[in-house]
């Protein structure tokens, strides 16, 4: 998690519990939306969150499942 960037690292910090709305993450970051939303996508597409409907996040444990 070192390696990645710093806004998604905050996002990971940020994500204490599954199904998260992306505008919960955005508070609990502060984090200008754009950021806040490219990261989340960079985060998904790397297999470190999963996007459920609308518009939630669960992050996945150390195995790759959430």
């Known amino acids: 998690m070192e390696k990645l960037p710093t806004a998604q690292r905050d ?3 940020a994500m204490t519990r599954p199904d998260m709305h992306a505008d919960e993450i955005i508070q ?3 984090l200008p939306a754009p ?3 490219a990261a ?3 985060l ?3 297999g ?3 996007r459920g409907a ?6 996945k444990d150390k195995t790759g499942h959430n």
Not at 54 to 59: F, N
């Open 11 to 13: 996002i990971l910090k």
């Open 35 to 37: 950021e806040a939303l």
């Open 28 to 30: 609990a970051t502060s």
């Open 54 to 59: 609308g518009k939630r996040y669960t992050r």
């Open 40 to 42: 989340l996508t960079m």
């Open 48 to 50: 470190y969150i999963v």
């Open 44 to 46: 998904e597409i790397t």
